[in-house]
């Protein structure tokens, strides 16, 4: 009975020994993240059905990679930024709704508004953050907020930008990405747009008057035939290779200019295309799609390759709407169909975008997801899946992180609202095109005109083309959404035009409807 009572002691005994030789249990190792941006790609210059069915574009465009994206991966049909690229990419940056950081145009030249604000016929806009966003303080027309690279570098990430930034002004710190917290930047400065595309034209380098345009410091492909879609591809592959030698978690923010105008011809697809019966310029726009859908292959295909397939997340996204309103071949306001109008625009055609992400282990494939979401949304969702829950910001941040959508944690209701605030003028005319607020809750959309207070309500399940007004049919709905619109803007003490007429503040507007 002792040899066995000493026998069970003696086993208790080893049982903890070898416990406590056990390794603890070792965290999870950071994810490599990908966000890639495409610049002015609407909800249907893709050959992925965001829709409940394909349409004619879905069939006109090829984009097989993000064909293979999507069968990764997730796809979400109600993704939104603003009407216009600045806003977007500076609630990207910050987390904050544009209503709240007021870079709510699109910047340039330091401390000025653009001319045809200046000269709106009825409105006097206000004195916007026309300077963009800056990593110190001190400049009364800038916000000034902690980066999300600035985030992730601390958190010792590899941060690498590639392509469009258009995040400051002209001679301001945030023209920069390296003051951003990058550790490197292709290509990335104060300008919205090339002045070329191509190589052999040195991306616009060299031409008199265009120096805002040319797209910088890719001197070893000029003069060579290479489209700048591919060439800060390249660049950004050979960057994410420093951060492999470096044993780093990386984050690429590959930020294209394409589809942006001036609208050019990928030669590598153009003819495919024209063969199609496209116009010239439809043909070149196409081509460019293509062009970027290649880029995001060439990415894909780099990660499995180094075998770092299953740590990478691939976030895909648009900054607005497709150009609908001028440039483009075709009838105006007609290329993102069955969605109303096109950039600048409130209405869906100018900020509902396709929005792809694969995060290997955590999604399930070919999931489809009608969570409603906005660009603010991926500045908390990108610190969670890079493990990052303690951050402290300057900024007060509006979005809120969808990560538990993307694991499948959590089921959508419905019933959040989201915001648009553009008390600004960006120039062409169109449905939903002009200074307005709006706000989404769960199927109702309402839309509030500055110049003229005009108020539109649709229910976007229903009518996703935005065809019926709803306003007299169903005033009740439409006066609870003007009160949940005119709240949150003054919680976040927005801007407002002034009526020139009047020398008023344009009213918000539930108090046109009490």
């Known amino acids: 009975m002792k040899k066995m009572k000493k026998l069970r002691v003696f086993l208790v005994v080893m049982v903890l020994v070898i416990s406590s030789c056990q390794p603890e249990e070792l965290p999870e190792t950071p994810p490599n993240i990908i966000l890639f941006l495409v610049d002015d790609m609407g909800w249907q210059d893709t050959s992925v059905p965001f829709w409940t069915s394909r349409t004619p574009f879905n069939d006109r465009y090829e984009t097989p990679n993000m064909e293979r994206l999507a069968k990764e991966g997730m796809k979400f049909t109600q993704a939104y930024a603003t009407p216009v690229c600045s806003p977007t990419r500076i609630s990207l940056m910050t987390g904050m709704n544009a209503a709240r950081h007021r870079v709510t145009n699109w910047t340039l030249e330091k401390d000025s508004m653009k001319q045809m604000e200046k000269n709106h016929p009825k409105l006097e806009f206000p004195l916007w953050n026309v300077n963009g966003m800056s990593p110190v303080g001190g400049d009364s027309l800038a916000v000034h907020a902690m980066p999300l690279p600035q985030a992730l570098h601390d958190a010792g990430y590899f941060t690498i930008h590639s392509g469009k930034a258009h ?212 500045y908390p969702s990108i610190l969670e899946i890079a493990g990052i829950d303690s951050l402290q910001t300057i900024q007060k941040v509006d979005g809120e992180s969808f990560a538990s959508i993307l694991k499948g944690e959590k089921e959508y209701n419905g019933i959040r609202p989201l915001f648009w605030h553009y008390p600004n003028e960006w120039g062409p005319s169109g449905p939903g095109i002009g200074a307005a607020s709006a706000v989404r809750k769960g199927d109702f959309k309402f839309i509030y005109y500055h110049a003229d207070r005009r108020m539109e309500l649709f229910n976007i399940k229903e009518d996703i083309s935005e065809t019926k007004n709803l306003m007299l049919e169903n005033p009740e709905q439409a006066k609870k959404l003007a009160a949940v619109l005119s709240d949150y803007l003054k919680s976040v003490d927005a801007q407002m035009p002034i009526e020139k007429l009047t020398g008023e503040l344009v009213p918000f507007p539930i108090a046109l409807l009490e």
Request: aromatic share 8%; proline share 5%; net charge negative.
């Open 167 to 378: 995040l400051g002004a002209i001679g301001t710190p945030g023209e920069n990405p390296l003051n951003l917290g990058f550790d490197i930047n292709i290509a990335g400065h104060a300008a919205g747009a090339p002045e070329s595309y191509l190589g052999t034209e040195n991306f616009g380098n060299g031409k008199e008057g265009k120096e805002i345009w040319a797209v910088p410091g890719l001197e070893e492909y000029h003069g060579k035939d290479i489209f700048l879609t591919e060439a800060i591809t390249q660049k950004a592959l050979k960057a994410v290779d420093s951060a492999v030698t470096g044993q780093q978690p990386f984050f690429l923010y590959m930020s294209h200019y394409a589809v942006h105008t001036p609208i050019m011809g990928d030669g590598r697809f153009i003819e495919k295309y024209l063969e199609k019966g496209l116009d010239s310029t439809e043909a070149k726009y196409a081509s460019m799609i293509e062009g970027m859908d290649k880029s995001l292959g060439d990415i894909m295909n780099y990660l499995e390759k180094n075998n770092m397939e299953e740590n990478t997340v691939i976030l895909f996204m648009s900054d607005n709407g497709g150009l609908s309103a001028h440039a483009r071949g075709g009838d105006a306001h007609t290329h993102n169909a069955p969605l109303s109008s096109g950039k600048g625009s409130m209405h869906e055609g100018g900020i509902r975008e396709p929005m792809l992400v694969k995060w290997p282990g955590k999604i399930e494939p070919e999931s489809v997801s009608d969570y409603q979401l906005i660009i603010e949304d991926f």
